[in-house]
């Protein structure tokens, strides 16, 4: 018997002020992979590029609360594949400057310096920040000073008359020149993607450069929802779901591509996925960035696979063992690493989440974090001699102790008889008993007779300590 002192109780995107609309055009110029924009200022600007987002192994990480299960599936991460557009509109950047020659410097000397820098600030070598950009910015002011054309018209427009296409030339953005990689191979002889194939560049330990189609996605992370009985979210549990997921075709293995057949690079975009599109506005004429339309941003067309349509990937089931922490409620939210949908070309697995929900316990008490209310219903004889009640807490029931004297809507206190803290769950909450006295609304004659007995003991005890007091 226990007694208890009464107690009171998964598009974002940035745009700048005076950016021109984007109209429809029909030019297209392949594009390979552009380079990072940069920030918005008073002569640069960026439109938002779209990205997309759902991670185990067996061990559900704690990954918070949320809103409506949808609210969190923002975030498709589509690596190595830019979707959407952007516009690409950038400072004047002296090619000259970046390469460190003059104006006069002939084209020998200007592929010398080229060699240089490249070999010098290539990422896979040099991995300071910045150095990747650097690189870009090379390549980009190579290609222009050693094509005659482009540097004659850099010469005497600069970097606009390239944008606009002056002196009879398309539009040749900053996003429209060609891959730096690609570049780099021409001179170096490296092949394969960046991250795999031979090196001609000895001590690289892989090549450069490379299409699409060898670029591995990330895989999209995936929901389940689970519905718990109140004690399970309360002590935890160990659950057996069956989730649906994307895995890797077994008939092409997930590469998308029929069965004796092979891909080629997409002739429209070049195999970067990309195409820059020329848009006319009052302000003049500026590229926008799209998915290529042919090969929609894969880089290569191919026949796909019968069985999964090209993507590489089919939807089948998976029983997964989940252990369900002690201390969840409802909203919240497990990841479990590893376990959500497989990604495109070998990429990395998405998460899976597991939005939790309960179910109301059958004999009504009540959560509100790690506190239990209940409430317990007693008749005003017990509420003023006191008496013993037996309360229904989550540890089965246990006999609490009501003081004499009771009033209605006392709260009682059942220390650590509550809900484990969510990742401590040695600490516990407490169980507050919510105490409503009842009054009859209709009394026998001999229950009257007592009552008002009561009342004349009352009034002469009253009446009594009054003339002790005068």
Same mark, same amino acid.
């Given at each position: 018997?226990?007694?208890? =002192?009464?107690?009171?109780? =998964?598009?974002?995107?940035?745009?700048? !002020?005076?950016?021109? $609309?984007? +109209?429809?055009?029909?030019?297209?110029?392949?594009?390979? %992979?552009?380079?990072?924009?940069?920030?918005?200022?008073?002569?640069?600007?960026?439109?938002?590029?779209?990205?997309?987002? +759902?991670? $185990?192994?067996? $061990?559900?990480?704690?990954?918070?609360? !949320?809103?409506?299960?949808?609210?969190?599936?923002?975030?498709?991460?589509?690596?190595?594949?830019?979707?959407?557009?952007?516009?690409?509109?950038?400072?004047?950047?002296?090619?000259?400057?970046?390469?460190?020659?003059?104006?006069?410097?002939?084209?020998?000397?200007?592929?010398?310096?080229?060699?240089?820098?490249?070999?010098?600030?290539?990422?896979?070598?040099?991995?300071?920040?910045?150095?990747?950009?650097?690189?870009?910015?090379?390549?980009?002011?190579?290609?222009?000073?050693?094509?005659?054309?482009? @540097?004659?018209?850099?010469?005497?427009?600069?970097?606009?008359?390239?944008?606009?296409?002056?002196?009879?030339?398309?539009?040749?953005?900053?996003?429209?020149?060609?891959?730096?990689?690609?570049?780099?191979?021409?001179?170096?002889? !490296?092949? /394969?993607?960046?991250?795999?194939? =031979?090196?001609?560049?000895?001590?690289?330990?892989? /090549?450069?450069?490379?299409?699409?189609?060898?670029?591995?996605?990330?895989?999209?992370?995936?929901?389940? *929802?689970?519905?718990?009985?109140?004690?399970?979210?309360?002590?935890?549990?160990?659950? *057996?779901?069956?989730?649906?997921?994307?895995?890797?075709?077994?008939?092409?293995?997930?590469?998308?591509?029929?069965?004796?057949?092979?891909? !080629?690079?997409?002739?429209?975009?070049?195999?970067?996925?990309?195409?820059?599109?020329?848009?006319?506005?009052?302000?003049?004429?500026?590229?926008?960035?799209?998915?290529? %339309?042919?090969?929609?941003?894969?880089?290569?067309?191919?026949?796909?696979?019968?069985?999964?349509?090209?993507?590489?990937?089919?939807?089948?089931?998976?029983?997964?063992?989940?252990?369900?922490?002690?201390?969840?409620?409802?909203? $919240?939210?497990?990841?479990?690493?590893?376990?959500?949908?497989?990604?495109?070309?070998?990429?990395?697995? /998405?998460?899976?989440?597991?939005?939790?929900?309960?179910?109301?316990?059958?004999?009504?008490?009540? @959560?509100?974090?790690?506190?239990?209310?209940?409430?317990?219903?007693?008749?005003?004889?017990?509420?003023?001699? /006191?008496?013993?009640?037996?309360?229904?807490?989550?540890?089965? %029931?246990?006999?609490?102790?009501?003081? =004499?004297?009771?009033?209605?809507?006392?709260?009682?206190?059942?220390?650590?008889?509550?809900?484990?803290?969510?990742?401590? *769950?040695?600490?516990?909450?407490?169980?507050?008993?919510?105490?409503?006295?009842?009054?009859?609304?209709?009394?026998?004659?001999?229950?009257?007779?007592?009552?008002?007995? +009561?009342?004349?003991?009352?009034?002469?005890?009253?009446?009594?300590?009054?003339?002790?007091?005068?």
């Amino acid at each position: 018997m226990m007694a208890f =002192a009464p107690s009171t109780s =998964a598009l974002r995107g940035s745009s700048c !002020a005076g950016q021109p $609309s984007i +109209l429809p055009s029909s030019a297209q110029l392949p594009l390979r %992979p552009p380079v990072r924009a940069a920030r918005c200022s008073s002569n640069a600007t960026t439109t938002a590029s779209s990205t997309g987002l +759902l991670s $185990s192994k067996r $061990s559900p990480t704690i990954a918070g609360t !949320a809103g409506p299960a949808q609210s969190f599936l923002g975030r498709q991460n589509k690596r190595g594949m830019q979707r959407g557009s952007q516009l690409v509109v950038r400072a004047d950047v002296d090619y000259y400057s970046v390469l460190g020659v003059d104006k006069n410097t002939d084209k020998k000397a200007i592929k010398q310096a080229y060699r240089q820098l490249a070999r010098k600030y290539h990422p896979d070598v040099n991995k300071e920040a910045g150095a990747e950009e650097k690189f870009k910015q090379i390549s980009n002011a190579y290609e222009v000073l050693s094509d005659d054309q482009k @540097r004659s018209i850099y010469d005497r427009y600069g970097e606009a008359g390239l944008k606009n296409g002056m002196g009879g030339m398309g539009g040749a953005d900053m996003g429209g020149f060609n891959n730096p990689f690609d570049l780099f191979e021409q001179f170096f002889g !490296a092949s /394969g993607g960046r991250a795999g194939g =031979a090196s001609g560049f000895g001590g690289f330990g892989g /090549g450069f450069g490379g299409g699409a189609r060898s670029r591995a996605m990330q895989g999209e992370d995936e929901k389940y *929802e689970l519905k718990l009985d109140f004690l399970d979210a309360v002590f935890g549990a160990s659950k *057996e779901i069956e989730v649906s997921r994307l895995e890797a075709c077994g008939a092409c293995t997930g590469s998308g591509i029929k069965a004796g057949t092979s891909a !080629a690079t997409c002739s429209t975009c070049g195999g970067s996925g990309q195409v820059v599109q020329a848009v006319r506005t009052p302000l003049g004429v500026f590229q926008q960035v799209i998915t290529c %339309p042919d090969c929609e941003g894969v880089g290569e067309r191919s026949t796909p696979c019968n069985t999964c349509g090209g993507d590489g990937r089919v939807r089948k089931s998976k029983r997964i063992a989940l252990r369900v922490p002690p201390g969840v409620d409802a909203g $919240s939210r497990l990841r479990v690493r590893g376990e959500g949908n497989v990604g495109r070309r070998g990429g990395e697995p /998405g998460d899976l989440y597991v939005f939790i929900s309960v179910k109301p316990h059958p004999a009504g008490l009540k @959560r509100e974090g790690t506190t239990i209310h209940s409430d317990v219903d007693i008749s005003f004889v017990d509420a003023i001699l /006191g008496t013993t009640v037996k309360v229904t807490t989550v540890d089965g %029931p246990v006999d609490l102790r009501i003081p =004499a004297g009771t009033q209605p809507g006392t709260t009682l206190v059942m220390g650590k008889r509550g809900v484990p803290r969510l990742g401590n *769950e040695t600490l516990r909450g407490d169980h507050q008993v919510h105490v409503r006295v009842t009054i009859p609304q209709k009394l026998s004659k001999d229950e009257t007779k007592l009552v008002e007995e +009561l009342k004349e003991l009352q009034e002469s005890s009253s009446s009594k300590r009054s003339r002790l007091f005068f």
